[in-house]
Nanobody, 124 residues
């Protein structure tokens, strides 16, 4: 099982930017996708964005479209989440996971248990 480690979170003012990293311990299978998720206090974990390992097809939740960009560096086995124009409602613990995802309303079928995540706090 590939291990994933999230990093890059922090405290930022509204309108600011952060880049999160999801580093994998090994190359991820070509048929899989890597997704970013977040969980705010008192709320359920929600899908944020995903990228296919092959083809770099990207998917975004409506709430982050136009502000967040997911990308991958296969040579480094790392997936990034560039977050711009951050809002206080983006405050959450952000997690990454690997799995199967068909896009649209289909569920992201994650393979790993959830890690520690990385805290993102956006102040108003």
């Amino acid at each position: 099982q590939v291990q994933l480690v999230e990093s890059g979170g922090g405290l930022v003012q509204a309108g600011g930017s952060l880049r999160l990293s999801c580093a994998a311990s090994a190359r991820i299978h070509s048929t899989y996708a890597v997704g970013w998720f977040r969980q705010a206090p008192g709320k359920e974990r929600e899908f944020v964005a995903a990228i296919s390992v092959v083809g770099d097809t990207t998917y975004y939740a409506d709430s982050v479209k136009g502000r967040f960009t997911i990308s991958g560096d296969n040579a480094k086995n790392t997936v990034y989440l560039q977050m711009n124009s951050l809002k206080p409602e983006d405050t959450a613990v952000y997690y990454c996971n690997v799995g199967l995802y068909g896009g649209g309303s289909s569920p992201f079928i994650n393979f790993n248990s959830w890690g520690q995540g990385t805290q993102v706090t956006v102040s108003s």
